[in-house]
DNA sequence: ATGAAAGCGCTAACAC
DNA sequence: GTGTTAGCGCTTTCAT
């Protein structure tokens, strides 16, 4: 059923059904006004977007692209970008990168085909170049920052604020042997996280020292094998999670070696991912305001899209939950 | 950048250009061909989907509507469905109904008007009813069942067995009192792991006692709440839990009243989603092939799409994953 | 108050 | 081997 069609029944243009249909009514008759929307509800009529796309040239859709959908971390922000973004009128695309940086930049060109006004894109966890050229679609980070002059959006938070947080609690709790596990060196937020960690040792008096630092990847995996690793280097009484897959990792190595947590050795985690508080011990962590900084990397979106004046950064703050496992 | 545009550069026809980008030249000449083929490179062409769509009445898009992404559940299906769709070369728009009908119908509006190519759906928690008009998009269902005599495609697993098994496995570790919390009973998956339940209990001779059912919905509060419930009613030394999370909050509760599991009360739950083998005890659950549930509604539905001869109902196996918590 | 017509970017049938 | 053209469903300018 299309506008021509509706047009015909109503015995009137199809600019006429499309005033009609879009409220550009004020000078519609109101018999004709109402044949129209009669017609249309009898019909059943549906807008086809696609046409209206292609002639305005903006299809109210977004596209995100996120390592992991199954992640705790970014369903919980898929869930704050959908939301939003249903509020706004748009459709979100989804894509999953699986960590693989062709296939974001394939998802990339992909979304741009399909004409989405803007992406948002937490890139991979080892990606910090940037393969985006000039003059394409706007761009929100989410959680990551990337080496450009670009002029992207960027969604962030404090991390450095939460590792300093996280040690310096371990530290306050009496733990002398602090360990840092997470992501590699090279990821944004892995990075910023460790900064604050060294911080948190460097202003108590402690030493940096590499035989308590593991990296790997965002992973219950990284979490499991980086302890078993650390506790053959020595003595550690303190584990720094970079996120809380890794310290959920970490307590089942501990839990198999029969070390008890929170007694012999102290585990903070970061994120508060939903599942956090159900483990066993309940794991201590820092907060991101995971769904916030998906609705607030959509506003900053649409706003850019619209193009109002837009503040290009926008960082969030951590917070300390205390739990069980500290 | 445009075809036109091209075909301006490369002194041809847009037909010319569309032939060779869409790998239609068995009649271009080499020379041209590589011209063409240079030119589009070289500017970075990116052919325009939603003008190739309107033409083709084919977008190589489906929706995908869930009650909420950050059900583990329902993000691992989602990755199993975002993964198969992009093999098939199809994206995804994700839609979340909040178990809320009205949205979901909404959502289903707005596929349509996106002209998705077809929709997997799996439908809010307490929908039986089926508002589909007919002569619409290729539909799914996943995980759920309507009562609908209309054309839709159904990948379902064997919750009546699952139900069965779970209940059985209690039954064989000495359980007297097993009681059931789960969703409402005219979910059709609580439904049927309640039929599967029922005929575990008379199989052995037990009777099903009212007392020890509890319904809400598919999540830890309702476990939370359903086993202190329980628990005032009366005797019970095992649980079937319709889900993970109602596993999840069942546990939480039996350790605030001090009781032990699996000691003292034995826990089964149903999924296995990602997290059960990380809580404490680790979650017996029946386990369902969630991943492959979403690709297989992709299988069906790019099938269907297809107009290939399909078989609309897909009914995969679920399995029993003992671990600590029985 | 209403309609004719152009055009968004693309494909494909048909002509040459 | 290449080009002309119509048209997908819609919006919008301009005319009447």
């Known amino acids: 059923m299309t506008i021509k069609e509706i047009a015909e029944l109503a015995n009137v243009s199809t600019a006429t059904v499309s005033k009609v249909l879009n409220g550009k009514d004020q000078n519609i008759s109101e018999a004709t006004r109402k044949r129209i929307l009669e017609i249309a509800e009898r019909v059943n009529y549906r807008p086809n977007r696609i046409a209206k796309s292609l002639k305005l040239k903006k299809t109210y859709t977004i596209g995100l692209i996120v390592p992991d959908i199954k992640?705790?971390?970014?369903?919980?922000?898929?869930?704050g970008i959908e939301d939003a973004a249903e509020k706004k009128g748009y459709s979100v695309i989804l894509c999953n990168s699986d960590n693989n940086m062709?296939?974001?930049?394939?998802?990339?060109?992909?979304?741009?085909?399909?004409m989405v006004d803007g992406i948002i894109l937490t890139t991979a966890e080892n990606n910090i170049d940037v393969y985006f050229k000039d003059g394409q679609v706007p761009i929100v980070?989410?959680?990551?920052?990337v080496n450009s002059d670009l002029n992207i959006g960027r969604i962030l938070v404090d991390n450095e604020e939460g590792g300093y947080?996280?040690?310096?609690?371990l530290i306050d709790k009496g733990c002398k042997n602090i360990a840092f596990i997470s992501s590699i060196n090279k990821n944004y937020s892995s990075y910023y996280r460790f900064i604050g960690y060294r911080k948190a040792l460097l202003e108590s008096g402690y030493k940096v020292n590499d035989q308590l630092i593991y990296t790997g990847s965002f992973s219950i995996e990284t979490g499991y094998k980086g302890t078993l690793e650390l506790l053959k280097n020595g003595e550690v009484d303190g584990i720094f999670c970079g996120n809380d897959y890794i310290?959920?990792?970490?307590?089942?190595?501990?839990?198999g070696k029969n070390i008890k947590v929170p007694h012999e050795i102290k585990i903070v985690g970061f994120d508060d991912i939903l599942i956090a508080q159900y483990m066993e011990p309940p794991i201590t962590t820092i907060r991101q305001p995971i769904y916030d900084l998906g609705r607030e990397a959509v506003n900053m979106l649409v706003s850019i899209i619209d193009k109002k004046d837009t503040e290009m950064t926008r960082i969030l703050k951590t917070e300390l939950v205390e739990r069980g496992s500290s």
């Open 71 to 79: 992640n705790l971390y970014f369903s919980e922000m898929a869930k």
């Open 247 to 255: 310290a959920i990792g970490a307590i089942k190595a501990l839990k």
């Open 141 to 145: 980070l989410l959680d990551r920052n």
């Open 165 to 169: 947080i996280a040690t310096k609690h």
């Open 102 to 114: 062709d296939k974001e930049e394939k998802y990339i060109n992909i979304l741009q085909e399909h």
